[in-house]
């Protein structure tokens, strides 16, 4: 693959500051590209429900990497997409790239605004972050001992979120991914039975794992906090998803690195390494989602 090697891009990061678009920005960064953090503390500020931050926060940008909160399957997410990808071409942006998810019918319309654009776009469809279990999400629930999610035993190849900001970052300065749609895995698939143990043998305390109802799912939500507008929007998708349509995995991360993804194993081993997981007895399942994806 051929690098662009322009260095008078400007990339905005939407979600700068959240789990994939710091990682997303500190790599471009390192590359030498100039970037803009598209968040509500950034400089300029950027809030998807406020319309009136995109023009200071678009203007100049070559490229934009995309996310959306609180998922981009949301019924609001696609109109304010294409809203917003409609003023970035016509302000001179050339590159999209949207992370949207792997197996979210709702998540449709947001990519259908990107595709429809003029500029060369690039959809990233990502499994279940290996980061929601040490990066907000499910941090909480690992401290406290349990992780209750309405799955079942459903398999999925989670994905570290590092191998999402590399394949971006690639995609937004490289050449040969344009109108391409990539499904991002891990390299095997696990139930979130296997997840706990593997968290339990990495930080060297019981994790458990409870399956539960959608409408246990969605008390314990509500008693942790979760705005009662997210709420049934969790519910349904993780309902919907977590049904085993997702339970294989692809070689896309291999093809687009060169480089198998990285294994949840080695994940784990590095978050219980930092202290990450480390407690006292305190911790409490909250259902909570990063603010920024």
């Not at 981009?72 to 949207?100: C, K």
């Not at 749609?181 to 339990?200: H, K, N, Q, S, V």
């Not at 799912?217 to 998803?241: C, K, N, S, W």
Request: charged share 25%; hydrophobic share 40%; with cysteine.
């Amino acid at each position: 693959m051929t690098q662009n090697d322009s260095r008078d891009e400007l990339i905005l990061v939407l979600g700068g500051t959240g789990k994939t678009g710091r990682r997303v920005a500190d790599r471009l960064t390192r590359r030498g590209r100039s970037v803009r953090i598209g968040s509500r503390t950034g400089d300029p500020s950027f809030d998807w429900a406020d319309a009136s931050t995109w023009d200071a926060a678009l203007a100049g940008v070559t490229a934009v990497y995309i996310t959306y909160y609180p998922d981009v399957a949301f019924p609001e997410a696609a109109a304010r997409i294409r809203a917003l990808t409609t003023l970035a071409v016509r302000g001179g942006a050339r590159r999209l790239v949207l992370l949207s998810g792997r197996g979210e019918e709702g998540a449709a319309p947001a990519e259908r605004a990107v595709r429809d654009t003029d500029a060369e776009w690039t959809i990233l469809r990502a499994s279940w972050f290996n980061q929601n279990f040490s990066e907000h999400f499910l941090l909480a629930p690992v401290l406290g001992g349990e992780i209750a999610l309405p799955a079942g035993e459903v398999t999925e190849p989670f994905i570290d979120v590092d191998d999402i900001a590399e394949v971006a970052v690639v995609a937004l300065t490289e050449s040969g991914h344009a109108g391409q749609t990539y499904e991002l895995t891990g390299p095997r698939l696990l139930t979130f039975t296997d997840i706990a143990a593997e968290i339990t043998a990495a930080a060297g305390r019981e994790i458990r794992y409870r399956s539960v109802s959608p409408a246990q799912y969605a008390a314990g939500a509500e008693e942790a906090g979760v705005p009662a507008e997210e709420i049934a929007g969790l519910t349904d998708l993780f309902t919907r998803v977590l049904d085993g349509r997702n339970s294989h995995t692809t070689d896309d991360v291999l093809r687009i690195l060169g480089r198998e993804a990285r294994d949840f194993s080695s994940y784990a081993r590095a978050v219980a390494a930092m202290g990450v997981w480390n407690t006292g007895g305190q911790g409490v399942g909250s259902t909570r989602c990063d603010p920024d994806a």
